[in-house]
């Protein structure tokens, strides 16, 4: 075995040797050994395969490279997952450019295979935190494994929500097992080894290269069923993921954002251009995906539209009237109603003791 991964090693580390291009030579030789030991002739016959491709694929037998690889993923307890190999994901199978190769740590599960991705801005508001956690702890209940990207904001918010539920997620990293990105989610990556799987097509000692990005992002979609976009700006790389779920066949949906937040721009294009489905709570993707969930609509807990009568003093709920998912502060908040900060700050705690609103640093306020 050793001998055949060094050779999915070597040939994955041609560079301009990416998945559909490595698909292709699969095709045509039946293995990677057989391409490496092809004659230049034999490689220029493969249909996009020109002279200079050919040659830089019998020049490139890095067996020293592969070799560091493989003694890396020892050192790190972690394994190298060929397209061959039972272990790589079927789903991630499906798409035109399927990596030929992953790194991963943790262990996959067969309900992985029912797996959302979560993806959305790493600078993300209030609001945007609160949907991720809604949706993440809905479809924990259903379930189903939750797919990201272990960024900041969104991301990150996604990951930790699964765990806290004692969920299934997996994190796809645009670097090297070894070089997490960004560094402070280290131990959020830990934690993820130990209940769900990491991964990424990238070699021990790569760095998070903006280059990089995008190839995440196609791995992100093409393990899941359906993507949800929880705030993007009209640049923002969760756009990417979404994207690639379009080409890939899958659903995408989304969240919509407030219109005064720039961060809800890209999201609410999606929707506008037709290209996201509107979600509103996790039944709306249950329903869209409940044929290949293997659900039907009896199993789909649908949720009570009745609004929730909370038990608050007048004083309460005149401000919690005046509290929304995006911070306030005291000072305004007082000024508003017309109360002293003395007189606000009793309020707002038992507010806060009843669970519906949360206190954020410098004194600024949001609803749970």
Known sequence: MSSDLRAWLMLSAVPGVGGYRFQSLL?????????????????????????????????????????????????????????HDEEYPSRLREIYDP????????????????????????????????MAKKFSEALCAYGITIVSGLARGVDTVAHQTVLDNQGRTIAVLRSGLDRPYPY??????????????????????????????PQRNRIISGLSLGTIVIEAGDSSGALITARYAL?????????????????????????????????????????????????????????????????????????????????????????????????ALAVLLGLELKGVIRQLPGKRFVRE
């Open 99 to 130: 990596p030929p190769v992953l790194y991963m740590t943790g262990e996959r599960q067969p309900e992985d295979e029912r797996a959302v991705a979560i993806v959305g801005t790493r600078t993300t508001s209030s609001y945007g935190r609160r």
């Open 247 to 343: 080409e890939h066949n899958r659903e995408v949906f989304a969240v919509p954002g407030p219109l005064h937040i720039s961060s809800s721009v890209g999201v609410n294009n999606l929707i506008k251009q037709g290209r996201a489905k509107l979600i509103q709570q996790v039944e709306d993707v249950i329903e869209e995906l409940a044929p290949q969930l293997g659900l039907d609509q009896k199993t789909i807990v649908q949720p009570c539209h009745v609004p929730v009568q909370l038990s608050l003093l007048p004083e309460e709920d005149h401000l919690y009237a005046a509290l929304t998912f995006d911070p306030k502060h005291i000072d305004q908040l007082a000024a508003d109603l017309d109360l002293s900060i003395s007189q």
């Open 184 to 213: 402070e989610n280290r131990g959020l990556m830990r934690a993820i080894s130990e209940n769900g799987v990491v991964m990424t097509e990238q070699p021990f000692e790569t760095g998070p290269d903006a280059a990089n990005f």
């Open 27 to 83: 095709r045509q030789f039946g293995s990677p050994e057989a391409v490496l030991d092809a004659s230049t002739t034999a490689l220029t016959a493969v249909p996009g395969f020109g002279k200079r491709m050919a040659m830089a694929i019998r020049q490139h037998r890095d067996e020293a490279f592969a070799d560091h690889q493989m003694h890396l993923a020892e050192k790190h307890q972690a394994r190298i997952v060929t397209y």
